[in-house]
């Protein structure tokens, strides 16, 4: 059964920091692009960052150097340490995971709010 469960969102000021985890079971982890995406209120869903099986990353341009993510393939996890939260980072916080073990999969967690106050 594939699962992917995300944790760590939250209530957090302007300026703080979170780290969010999606762990997952039932995926061939080690060989998925895992990525973040966010849906703000009245917006559609947007990338936020990707992490590729070889370890590349891809940022969304309102994110980078402030977030970060990484994945730990020992533990089928992976993390978006997000520094220098600002109120417009505020939505719902969703894991995807993609790969093309016996066809191809996209695969969505439930989602994470994450709220950050001016």
């Known amino acids: 059964q594939v699962q992917l469960v995300e944790s760590g969102g939250g209530l957090v000021q302007a300026g703080g920091s979170l780290r969010l985890s999606c762990t997952t079971s039932g995926i061939a982890f080690s060989i998925s692009a895992m990525g973040w995406y966010r849906q703000a209120p009245g917006k559609q869903r947007e990338l936020v960052a990707a992490?590729?099986?070889?370890?590349?990353?891809n940022y969304a341009d309102s994110v980078k150097g402030r977030f970060t993510i990484s994945r730990d393939n020992a533990k089928n996890t992976v993390y978006l340490q997000m520094n220098s939260l600002k109120p417009e980072d505020t939505a719902v916080y969703y894991c995807n995971c993609q790969n093309d073990y016996l066809g191809k999969n996209n695969y969505w967690g439930r989602g994470t709010q994450v709220t950050v106050s001016s």
């Open positions: 992490i590729f099986s070889s370890g590349v990353t």
